[in-house]
Nanobody, 115 residues
């Protein structure tokens, strides 16, 4: 079974930083895309950032300049460095992996930005 193990969430004050990580373990076909989505209460899940095999990245407009996505190809791990966090960033963050044959989701990790 393929598992996406997420870590790094928690409570942080506005202006603070967090670093999320997601490691894909188990048998998996070649990974094409790794990324992060988030979902706040009462809202739809939205793309935060992703990174392709050629290292091309995409970011939601709301996080550009503050978040940085990176990937360790050898370890099948994706990271999301989140700086200058705002209360609006509060959500459950989900790791997303697209392989050649399937789409996988992490269990979600809570990020809360509050004083």
């Amino acid at each position: 079974q393929v598992q996406l193990v997420e870590s790094g969430g928690g409570l942080v004050q506005p202006g603070g930083s967090l670093r999320l990580s997601c490691a894909a373990s188990g048998s998996i076909s070649s990974i094409k895309v790794m990324g992060w989505y988030r979902q706040a209460p009462g809202k739809q899940r939205e793309l935060v950032a992703n990174i392709l095999s050629d290292r091309f990245t995409n970011y939601a407009d709301s996080v550009k300049g503050r978040f940085t996505i990176s990937r360790d190809f050898a370890k099948n791990t994706v990271y999301l460095q989140m700086n200058s966090l705002k209360p609006e960033d509060t959500a459950v963050y989900y790791c997303n992996v697209v392989s050649q044959i399937r789409i996988y989701w992490g269990q979600g990790t809570q990020v809360t930005v509050s004083s």
